[in-house]
């Protein structure tokens, strides 16, 4: 079976500074895509970034980068000078190419960000 | 991305009763989904909503618990039937433009269910 593990539940940065929220994977397929997305007390899910397994070089967005280590089974996300706005639930997803559109969800990141 | 909404954004409900949560999105998607979100916990599919056709359920998902609609490639409804305590949870619509596992899926805003 697919599963994502976040082993951190918690974590706190201070504003400005940089966190990297953890993210395993297990699984037997080749092609596949992974994600973070973020869930602020809104509840609304927000994309964050996302990786293509195929594509060695790291994905980023702005102040989001990943660091994606395929033979590990690793994709961290790492936050440049965090902002107060960045606190929320962060769940890393991961998507294979023979499921079709499903994607399965780790247990989920709590950030906090002090001011 | 893709524009979508939920209604109700939120509701408390007896035991035993039903809610039919509706999703709208403002544009036509190949792929629409509903998650369950308990308490405290990740997500977790319920469902994939076929339009034209029954719904695909997941394991541990019945149809005569959580019926799906999908008259068009806009909408979708959730039902959630003979509700109990433990029903009590967040309920999300996603949608993806294609099947391809390449392609991104957004969520709509969620909605957030209460069973006394």
């Known amino acids: 079976a697919q599963t994502v593990t976040q082993s951190q539940p918690e974590m706190s940065v201070q504003e400005a500074e940089t966190v990297t929220l953890s993210c395993t994977y297990d699984?037997?397929?080749?092609?596949?895509?992974l994600f973070w997305y973020k869930q602020p007390p809104s509840r609304q899910m927000i994309l964050v970034i996302r990786?293509?397994?195929?594509?060695?070089q790291n994905a980023t967005e702005n102040r989001f980068s990943v660091n994606f280590q395929k033979a590990a089974k690793s994709f961290s996300l790492k936050i440049s000078d965090s902002q107060l706005g960045d606190a929320a639930m962060y769940f890393c997803?991961?998507?294979?190419?023979?499921?079709?559109?499903?994607?399965?969800f780790g247990e989920g990141t709590q950030l906090t960000v002090n001011p | 991305s893709a524009v979508i909404s939920q209604k109700p954004s939120r509701d408390i409900c007896q035991r035993g009763t039903s809610l039919t949560i509706q999703c709208q999105v403002d544009?036509?998607?190949?792929?629409m989904f509903w998650y369950r979100q308990q308490p405290g916990q990740s997500l977790t599919l319920i469902a994939t909503?076929?339009?034209?056709?029954?719904?695909?359920?997941e394991s541990g998902f019945v149809i005569d618990k959580f019926p799906i609609s999908r008259p068009n490639l806009t909408f979708s409804t959730l039902t959630v039937s003979n509700m109990s305590p433990e029903d009590s949870s967040i309920y999300l619509c996603?949608?993806?433009?294609?099947?391809?596992?390449?392609?991104?899926?957004?969520f709509g805003p969620g909605t957030r269910l209460t069973v006394l």
């Open positions: 996603s949608v993806a433009r294609g099947p391809h596992y390449t392609d991104t899926q957004y």
């Open positions: 699984t037997s397929e080749s092609d596949y895509y």
């Open positions: 990786q293509e397994a195929y594509k060695q």
């Open positions: 997803a991961y998507r294979p190419e023979t499921s079709g559109s499903r994607l399965t």
């Open positions: 544009s036509q998607v190949t792929m």
């Open positions: 909503a076929n339009q034209g056709s029954e719904a695909t359920y």
